[in-house]
């Protein structure tokens, strides 16, 4: 057995912390993206007990609705952004006019067939509108990557965080400080509570429709220029925020950002040193972990539905 | 004899006559293969509903069950030269063993959370196909399933294979409705109901429901052998999550807690895709909306659906 | 008293929901073939002790003894195996299912066809079902539901439905019955029959516990009445002696003013 002179072992060990922390680099990328659907999830079911299996198609169109503002028509960035994720909320708002509220025994079964049904027609409308090839845009800005111990961080990750950042800065400002958000949390913990005080509940549900829904838009829009955006892909996105969002605990805003972080995180690691091809099965394996030791999630009481 | 089970006679009687009447009149091999489809997807409603409208427990991963029967005979008899008819009881007692397994902690939870459980499940069973490649061929799929034969039989011509198809199809109804009109079977309509009640009434609801869940595991496996000797090449895509809420779907439209809303879900479900490439690209467009329609205004399925408003307009002429 | 072996024995049983000691140091027995009442204000824990003895929560501390055996840790199914029958507050029946049915299902641990037996249908399936079916129509005789077997129970007036939930946990054969409240929701008329039917039950050597807010049932029909206060007991005896007890009366009066949620 050769052993190994000591300056190359720590030359190893200092490429294996450049490639964790390279890794760490992109878990945490995703994780933010993980985390904005997951609160698009959560928000959701937090103020109409629904879970929308159509939110990843709203990615899907803040994706591809940007490939088209920002990839073909050059619109500047805060324009194109605004106007996806607006064209995204307006999608959200008219299937909740025109299918959710249209139903009268609003049954988890019945609900999830609907929003699955959503999520087809969507899908189809999305192949109609940009069909069926794969797009990319350029990076928000062409600034060259951080370095950063020797591993690298793209503008589009430091974007992506950034904005992140904001819209959940944000989001926890509307919540805590806003007349409209204090009442949309009055009607999330009692629908009757709110009405009699006055709080128009129809008008909070359509409410958490628009900025669910935008929030899935804002998704699309951050990892646009980091994938290649088709309509196909949001089964999948949608699917693992999800999953993000009951590891950290349903309907808790907080529970979706460590959610989203954690599976980012490990999802990333779990290319890096297991296998890339199982990279899909992190986000389930956990999932099913969480469900079976703490249903509540990480954040929330172990209360959950357990018989 | 009471005349629920005179009734069921008849109704089982004439079915068996339809199947080898259809058997044998259609000349037309496309129609042929797609009743023979339409028997596979309705073994996958039936056994899903004995789960879901029966005891009342959804599963969003079910696909992962009729993969394993297609994957379980298309490994045995091609990577071990098993024949199929050894393959059979074992792609089924395999999918049983994976439900027995994984049902004991998921069926602790319910509604969304059981929901949510099965999924995971399901993705991860696909996931495993997909990527464990010398094995499952991986995402390019399983190529060779041999033809089935039994003895001087070859089940490679369209007639045959319907008929073997149809014949389980048969058996599987007349075994579901035993169980329906059984102990076991109130037993778990009343889990459906009621599940505190159901177990302060005496019926150990856990086991029930794993009895249950592992009984609709073993008929999507039995689709699955089905499946993959009719097409003989089976990808991963075909037991994706998708797959999944087509079952679910096909339970659901047809009617929840109906034999015969099993049959006309997947018969829906299979001929719609049918008819719609006449739309082409709006194909899927035309597709969700249909489901959603359904949903929206017929939510207990079109069985009762329809009755109800057949009811209705029954009660509005009495007035 | 008598020297019979108690049917069921409450011994020192403790039982606390987070913060809140919601039964503290609960001791009495049950006589076989009596009526014992188990009266008390709202939160006094009464079917807090209902959930211990069915077997819904664990007891925390203390030990309760059913036939000569201890039931800590069974399943309530298994209770109902042993004997061990009850009733719900709010009314639980399978509503989608006719009452037939519904007293079909009650005899679930008496008979023992099980996926096997149904789907291959053994010859003593029939006999079996043929049996079950006899003794659901003459449990719906002796409630006085008889003509009513093929109605949807969810379908049922409330009071036939409160008859119908008693019928079905008699339907398991039980040697204990638990009733919560089963006069809530009946007119005075149907409240009697009721008192009548307890009695009649009795009557069949069913031992009854009956959680019960009308007072003039309960002490009509009981044989021993147990007291609870904030989850203490505060009183045990005849009818008689707990109606003349000060504590009682302060119980009562003293809570009447100030609603406690049960």
């Not at chain 3, 989608?96 to 519904?102: D, F, H, Q, R």
Request: charged residues 15%; aromatic residues 10%.
């Amino acid at each position: 057995m050769e052993l190994i002179p000591w300056p190359e072992l720590h030359a190893m060990d200092q490429s294996i912390m450049q490639e964790i922390l390279q890794y760490l680099f992109s878990g945490i990328t995703n994780g933010a993206i993980y985390a904005v659907i997951a609160i698009g999830f959560s928000m959701l079911y937090n103020s109409t007990d629904l879970i929308n299996f159509a939110h990843g198609e709203f990615v899907m169109l803040g994706s591809l609705c940007m490939v088209t503002f920002f990839g073909s028509m050059h619109l500047p960035l805060v324009p194109a952004i605004i106007l996806t994720i607006i064209c995204v909320a307006i999608a959200g708002l008219v299937f909740e006019r025109l299918a959710i509220r249209s139903v009268k025994h609003p049954e988890p079964i019945v609900l999830i067939i609907i929003t699955v049904g959503a999520s087809i027609f969507l899908r189809g409308l999305g192949m109609i509108i940009w069909g069926k090839d794969a797009y990319s845009i350029p990076s928000f800005s062409s600034h060259p990557p951080l370095d950063i111990a020797g591993a690298k961080l793209l503008s589009q990750s430091i974007w992506i965080i950034v904005i992140f950042l904001v819209a959940s800065v944000g989001l926890q400002l509307f919540y805590k400080k806003t007349l409209t958000g204090k009442a949309m949390e009055a009607n999330a913990i009692s629908k009757r509570a709110a009405w009699i005080v006055g709080i128009p509940s129809k008008l909070m549900v359509m409410l958490a429709f628009g900025l669910s829904t935008a929030m899935g838009g804002l998704a699309g829009v951050i990892i646009a220029p980091i994938t290649m955006s088709s309509y196909d892909m949001g089964t999948m996105l949608g699917l693992k925020g999800f999953c993000a969002a009951m590891l950290g605990g349903l309907g808790s805003l907080w529970g979706a950002l460590i959610g989203g972080f954690l599976l980012g995180i490990l999802e990333a690691l779990g290319v890096g040193f297991v296998s890339s091809g199982l990279k899909d099965a992190t986000a389930f394996v956990l999932l099913l972990f969480i469900l079976y030791v703490r249903p509540g999630g990480i954040i929330s009481s172990a209360d959950a539905n357990r018989f | 004899m009471n005349n629920h089970q005179t009734r069921n006679r008849i109704c089982y009687a004439v079915f068996s006559l339809l199947i080898i009447l259809a058997g044998y009149t259609i000349e037309n091999p496309y129609y042929i293969q797609v009743l023979t489809f339409i028997g596979i997807n309705t073994l996958l409603a039936l056994g899903l509903n004995m789960l879901m409208g029966y005891a009342g427990q959804i599963s969003l991963g079910h696909a992962a069950f009729f993969g394993i029967g297609a994957y379980g005979t298309a490994i045995l008899t091609v990577h071990y030269n098993l024949s199929p008819w050894l393959a059979l009881p074992a792609a089924i007692a395999a999918a049983m063993i994976v439900a027995y397994i994984v049902g004991i902690p998921t069926l602790k939870l319910s509604g969304y959370y059981l929901g949510m459980g099965t999924l995971g499940f399901g993705m991860i069973v696909n996931i495993l196909f997909r990527e464990w490649s010398s094995v499952t061929g991986g995402a390019s799929g399983f190529i060779g399933i041999p033809t089935l034969e039994l003895g001087p039989v070859s089940f490679s011509s369209g007639r045959n294979y319907f008929f073997l198809v149809w014949g389980f199809v048969l058996t599987s109804f007349i075994i579901c409705q035993r169980i329906i009109d059984s102990r076991i079977g109130r037993a778990l309509r009343a889990i459906h109901d009621g599940e505190k009640a159901a177990s302060a009434v005496g019926v150990d609801t856990r086991k029930l429901k794993l009895q249950v869940f592992v009984l609709s595991a073993a008929f999507s496996a039995l689709a699955g052998f089905l499946y993959a000797h009719l097409v003989f090449f089976i990808s991963p895509g075909t037991f994706s999550f998708i797959a999944s809420i087509r079952m679910v779907t096909m339970v659901v439209i047809g009617g929840m807690a109906s034999i015969w809303g099993s049959l006309l879900g997947a018969s829906l479900l299979t001929l719609l895709p049918e008819w719609l490439h006449a739309f082409s690209e709006f194909e899927m467009v035309v597709y969700g909306l249909i489901l959603m329609i359904v949903m929206i205004f017929l939510p207990r399925g079109l069985t009762r659906g329809l009755l109800d408003i057949y009811e209705r307009a029954n009660k509005k002429n009495d007035h | 008293m008598t020297t019979e072996l108690p049917l069921l024995e409450i011994k020192t049983v403790f039982k606390a929901f987070g913060g809140v000691q919601a039964l503290s140091d609960i001791t009495f027995s049950l006589n076989p073939g009596s009526i014992t009442g188990l009266i008390g204000p709202n939160g006094a824990g009464k079917t807090t002790l209902f959930n211990l003895i069915s077997g819904v929560f664990p007891v925390d501390k203390g030990k309760i003894v059913f036939s000569g055996t201890g039931i800590k840790n069974k399943k309530p199914h298994t209770l109902v195996d042993i004997g061990i029958s009850r009733t719900f507050q709010n009314v639980e029946l399978f509503e989608s299912m006719t009452v037939l049915e519904n007293i079909l299902v009650g005899q679930h641990t008496r008979t023992r066809c099980g996926m096997w037996g149904s789907i291959l249908r053994f010859p003593w399936v029939a006999g079996e079902e043929k049996k079950a079916h006899q003794f659901a129509m003459e449990l719906l005789d002796f409630v006085g539901l008889n003509g009513h077997a093929d109605k949807t129970s969810g379908d049922l007036p409330f009071g036939w439905q409160r008859l119908l939930e008693i019928a079905r946990a008699l339907a398991s054969r039980p040697k204990l019955l638990l009733l919560d409240e089963p006069a809530a929701g009946l007119n005075i008329v149907e409240t009697m029959q009721l008192g009548d039917l307890i009695k009649k039950i009795r009557e069949q050597g069913v031992t009854v516990l009956l959680v019960e807010h009308d007072m003039s049932l309960t002490m009509e029909i009981s044989d021993w009445i147990v007291v609870l206060d904030q989850g203490e007991k505060i009183a045990q005896g005849t009818p008689r002696t707990v109606q003349a007890d000060e504590k009682v009366i302060a119980a009562y009066l003293g809570t009447a003013g100030k609603k406690t949620e049960d």
